[in-house]
Nanobody, 124 residues
Framework: VQLQASGGGLVQAGGSLRLSCRASGRTFNSYPIGWFRQAPGKERAFVAAVSWSGGNTYYADSVKGRFTISRDNAKNTVYLQMNSLEPEDTAAYYC??????????????????WGQGTELTVSS
């Protein structure tokens, strides 16, 4: 499966933005999908994940209550709705697909397919 993330940009603190992760391949709806982010000088960090059906979602504590992950399997797309953005959310955001049942634990090592990053900058 190939993934392509989009939707990044420059937003003021307190604003909102929605990222999209579009996948190619007929088996997209069999993969859990996760979003990760990497700020300059920092390691890649888990943001959120969604099960293959969309029925189960998981979030890092830092984004819980502000971000919402969802998917539309008919469109082969996963979304990350980001509200109440903070300068600390500034990072490159990546989507990834996992073949592992442990995808919800947030370890990047269990994700098998990665898209290119999309940049988010939140100004104060």
């Amino acid at each position: 499966v190939q993934l392509q993330a989009s939707g990044g940009g420059l937003v003021q603190a307190g604003g909102s933005l929605r990222l999209s992760c579009r996948a190619s391949g007929r088996t997209f709806n069999s993969y859990p999908i996760g979003w990760f982010r990497q700020a300059p000088g920092k390691e890649r960090a888990f943001v959120a994940a969604v099960s293959w059906s969309g029925g189960n979602t998981y979030y890092a504590d830092s984004v819980k209550g502000r971000f919402t992950i969802s998917r539309d399997n008919a469109k082969n797309t996963v979304y990350l709705q980001m509200n109440s953005l903070e300068p600390e959310d500034t990072a490159a955001y990546y989507c990834a697909a996992s073949k592992s049942a442990s995808y919800s634990r947030g370890y990047s090592s269990v994700y098998d397919y990665w898209g290119q990053g999309t940049e988010l900058t939140v100004s104060s």
